[in-house]
């Protein structure tokens, strides 16, 4: 009894109160997508809507089960649960059902689950036991390896399902190693990758090298000022690159793609070594290892999109990034939903008033987009509204994580903070178009129990450690 | 407890990204949803609506271009109750001529359908009544117009052959992805068997819709819509004054007129009578007629020239004669005498071959020929005997289109039957038969069964000689002759092209000699070949059965008349037969014709009440 109240004492009500708060307001959104005039009743089973309560009143079964479990449980046996969830895995891999396209799904009697949604629990989990060791040191290179591993393993495993959008959770937790000491660049180098590869397909090759290189100018230029020297950089690979093109274009030379972007650099870089070395500037060693390093990476990205991705993987890049606009075809989806979003204006259509949603416009309305119904109805404010929600619980994942004693705790708690992120980014970003189509749940909205579940373990468990903040020392 | 924790400033960090990744979302949606209205025209009230494009179908023609069936413009009010706002029943009723209940029940069905989906509100509103709905239109916001098509007979005929055309069951929407419920779909005749032709492809057009009902343009520049594509038009073999001409002497009369022309096995006139005027089966009111007609005691829905089957009589005499010729049982000179104790005959000058008893119809003559056909000899025991007779027998009227169902380009043809050697097992046991079980189908009467198309085909056959293209309805679809094998491909008979000379000559002789049964159906400008056949009827009076061709040479038309309870085939069958083929051959009837058949004919309505 008295544990009880202490218990009950020591919960951080302002989650639960934002979880009670998003899982309403996803079972009510779920509601309007899919309502259906002749099951006007909410309860009503036979529809999505009914079995989402349902869904929601077994999600408080399990928070009830989780709260009576002692704390030290979830830190005793992750690397047990671990291996368990490879093991799934790789029998889902070779057992499992298909739906729609990704071999990702058990059938136990009337019931589907899909073993990745809790593989993220168990390698959030995993990770920080790894990383709450005494004296743990990321930066150690056998430390980085392991880590490397207990993430990936997973990923690659959720890959070969075919479901790719699982397997990008994954990288969300370069953000939680960030915090334990993951050095900067590593996560500067990300962006940069993903920048280098975007704008690959956009521009091209050839207009991307001009830009690799008049970046480098302009970073030497900062850091030495001198026009003169920064100048050089530009000079010798400029005359190659020019020498190559003549040469194409007059001697009907067949190069390869490969050759043609690298040829020229290698034929120059040894002045720019020289130049470093009789400059004493060290800075242009990087530079050329940077450079050097991009124009391989873009080669790479050219031939992986069109030699490696299937082509329907190919059109949603091409749609997201507005390369090809295909309205009927790959595009269909997202610009449906975005005019369903659209058309909900600055204050919305009201509850039950979208028409776009329920006209069937929008496909997977009431799973992967959900938000389509948010922003139909809600508008710019309800939309903007639960955004901010979502924005807020992160930062209350954050804020519980940082007042922990535990280590554990804390990294699990990144691990929280940065699976919400991705889900919420890539789904929402997806409906409004700025993520390419990733079939992943949006938390607490999406219709589905095994989503919902996994979620509100996720975050319970979390909550759970909270409440013995003051027990758990490790 | 955590000591010196060197990275805790990093919360900022990751802190940060949440909020700038966030901020950029709201700053995305405040432009899709606030500042740009691309997505949010008027964003309150706004609607799209899909509109079906639904092709004409396609139009049909007879052999001379003469327009058989084209199409009327009907408009269907739809609505969508999801946009229907309060609104003036009565007003609305008056405008439809409908009353207020119906229009609470439709509304109310739409509802359970689909309250974001459209529905049929009223189906095929005329023109007049469109017109002025339209001008209130605006009052009845979640109500638009779906434009479709009905069928449309300026020479109304052929009823039977062009079929008819109505909504799509259930059942075939299912099977069918292309159809949804609502959809027109031919149910008989070529509108049927030629219906992914003349159904074109149905378009769909995406509007946007303003809160007053009116369409404000088309939805992203159509760049999402789907052109329907045109049905085809189809050319039929069918000569429209001749079927006009034969449905005006078949009037009041039971039968069918089957015409073809006998190179190219095209099917000129095909009337079934009693008949009933296709325009009865077209829009709404077509349900009620569909159930008048069907409780009609003449059976004016049933297709007597393609399914009925009938005994085919005297007319059935010269396949036997063929086959008795073609397997060396008899020669032309071989004489039967007209043994009477055998089979009734009437009284006719003796005959002293296979023409003569042709020519006179003689039963007793055919009574041999047949036993000889049957009994061929090759085993001792006549039973067994039998069986091979009978077999080769089937064989060969087989190769004459008879007892199978010939692969013609109009739904429910009847096989007609060729009683063999299984049927007669089944009903009398093996070896319990032999040729005196079974001597009636040497003169068309025991369990051989025809249908009017074949005997056609049979004269058709006698026309050339030996051999016949499979009747067939439709020439060009769209600009394109119809090119299947089956109906450019001579199906040789079993029987040696020879044989048939005798044959011809007989029935020149029905015609036009002294003695023939066919004078009824003789023609000064025409030499016509024929056979008559009175098919004893247990039910009631004689069927009345006339084949021909003509002219005998180089024939061009080939036809059967069968007249059900009239009697004698030369008194009715043979002078319409002979008046059919001078209005093929001649374009016109002469006034002679007129005053000695034609008069007559259409005078006698046998079913006039």
Redesign the interface.
Known sequence: MNRNQGILHQIDWITVGLYFLLVILGWLNIYAAVFNEDHRYIFDVSQRYGMQLIWIVAALMLIVVIFSIDSRFFSAFPYPMYLLMILTLIFVLIFGRVVNGSKSWIEIGMFRLQPAEFAKLATALTLAKFASVYNFKLNQFRNLLIVSAIIGIPAVLILLQNDTGSTLVFATFSLVLYREGLPGWILVMGVVLILLFVLALLLGLNALTVIIFVSAWVYLLAHTRNLKISGWILLPSGIAYLGMYLAIWFLNLKLSLAVQLVAPWFLSFPIYLVMAYKNNIKRIYGVVAAITFSLMFIFSVDYVFHNILIKHQRDRINNLLGIEFDPLGAGYNVNQSMIAIGSGGAVGKGFLQGTQTKYNFVPEQSTDFIFCTVGEEWGFVGSALVLLLFLGLLFRIIFLAERQKSKFTRIYGYGVAAIFFFHILVNVGMTIGLAPVIGIPLPFFSYGGSSLWAFTILLFILVRLDVSRDQQLN | ??LND???D??W???G???V??L???I???F???A?N????S??S???RHMIQYPARGLVYDRNGILLVHNQAAYDLMVIP?QVLPFDTLLLAELLDIDVKLIRDRIYKA??Y????PSIFLKQISVSRYARFQEHMFKFPGFYIQSRTLRDYPRPMAAHLLGYVGEVNDDMVKKNPYYSSGDYIGISGIEKSYEEVLRGAKGNKIFLVDVHNRIKGEF?NG??DKQAVQGLDLTTTLDAELQEYGEKLMAFKSGSIVAIEPQTGEILALVSSPTYDPKMLVGRKRSKNYSILQKDELKPLFNRALTAQYPPGSIFKIVNGLIGLQEEVINLETHFECDKSLVGCHNHPPNNGIIKAIQYSCNPYFNQVYRRVVQQGTDKNRFVDSRYGVKRWVELCQSFGLGQTLPIDVPNLSSGSIPGLKYYDKKYGKNQWAFSTIASNAIGQGEVMIVPLQMANLAAIFANSGYYIVPHIVKKIGENPTSKDEYTQRRYTGIDHKWFVPVKEAMYAVVNEAGGTARLARNDSIVICGKTGTVQNPHGEDHSVFIAFAPRENPQIALVVYVENTGFGGTWAAPIASLIIEKYLHRVVSAKSVEEKEKRIIEYTPLKK
């Open positions: 407890m955590q060197q990275y805790i990093r919360k960090v990751v802190g990204i949440f909020a990744f966030i950029i979302f709201i995305r949606l405040f899709i949803q606030v740009d691309k997505y949010s025209m964003a309150d706004n609607s799209q999801r509802k359970i689909s309250r974001y989906k992203m760049a999402l």
